[in-house]
């Protein structure tokens, strides 16, 4: 197997939940992107939810416009999000669960159970040249689901993995391991994300069959103590130093 650049996707959710928590424009997530791309970010990742509690419709107007970086518009498989990701055509559309009550996305989709009214979504968002891919768990059948949709990607949530500690822990990444080896016998491209920190992110990174990893709210984090670019070069040289094997 070839083994790819491990490429790094800069989610920008959370600088626009810090601006709305005030209301104004202030901080920009517009900016941020465009600090992520001057550091070397691969992509930007912004999930405009059901009810905007973070990126807003102008920041998706905004990122399609300004910024020249490829850009991953996670979104619900509604109607209304279909319409604005046919109607901005992004480089990317990545399919997440989404429900009003959750904090933060919670768990995977389910690809399998949702396939009827998934099918429509991924044929319509193909159709319109939208590289598309489907945020599931580390299961065979999720990704069975996924090829049969017809989906060229998948993203493995790391959020279980990077909960644990201890055997807990090696029992999830043992799982996405397998996932991601099998995404490669299923000619899925495979990603990860979801709560990947500095401490977290290396036996992820080591994963030879994983081409890119979305990572937002701790480089956001960070950010406050160290800037945006600092934050994400420390993430960019443990991601290349598990890739390479190299420090």
């Known amino acids: 197997m070839m083994e790819h650049k491990l490429r790094l996707g800069v989610n920008i959710d959370h600088v626009a939940t810090i601006r709305n928590a005030r209301g104004g424009s202030f901080p920009d997530p517009i900016r941020a992107a465009l600090l992520a791309a ?3 970010a691969d992509g930007i990742t912004a999930h405009l939810r059901e009810d905007r509690r973070h ?36 480089h990317a559309a990545c399919i997440v669960p989404e429900k009003r009550e959750e904090r933060t ?19 319509k968002l193909l159709d319109a040249g939208i590289r598309v891919s489907l945020f599931i ?16 990607v ?12 201890g055997p807990k822990r090696d029992a999830e990444l043992a799982r996405i391991v397998k996932a991601a080896a099998y995404a490669d016998q299923l000619g899925l491209e495979c990603h990860a994300g979801h709560g990947l920190t500095y401490d977290t992110v290396k036996p992820i990174a080591e994963i030879p069959s994983i081409r890119e990893l979305n990572i937002g ?7 406050v103590f160290c800037g945006l670019a600092e934050a ?9 130093e598990a890739r390479t094997g190299k420090k």
């Open 38 to 40: 001057q550091a070397g």
């Open 55 to 90: 990126i807003s419709d102008s920041d998706i107007t905004r990122l399609t416009n300004e910024v020249n970086l490829p850009l991953n518009f996670e979104m619900a498989a509604t109607e209304e999000m279909l319409g604005i990701a046919l109607r901005h055509r992004p």
């Open 105 to 123: 996305t919670e768990g995977g989709l389910d690809a399998k159970s949702g396939f009827d009214k998934l099918k429509p979504c991924v044929e």
């Open 137 to 152: 768990e580390a299961d065979p059948e999720q990704l069975d689901a996924v090829k049969a949709l017809g989906a060229p």
């Open 154 to 165: 998948i993203e493995l949530h790391t959020g279980a993995y990077c909960d644990e500690t």
């Open 217 to 223: 709210h701790f480089l956001i984090g960070e950010a």
């Open 232 to 240: 994400m070069e420390k993430m960019r040289s443990l991601m290349d």
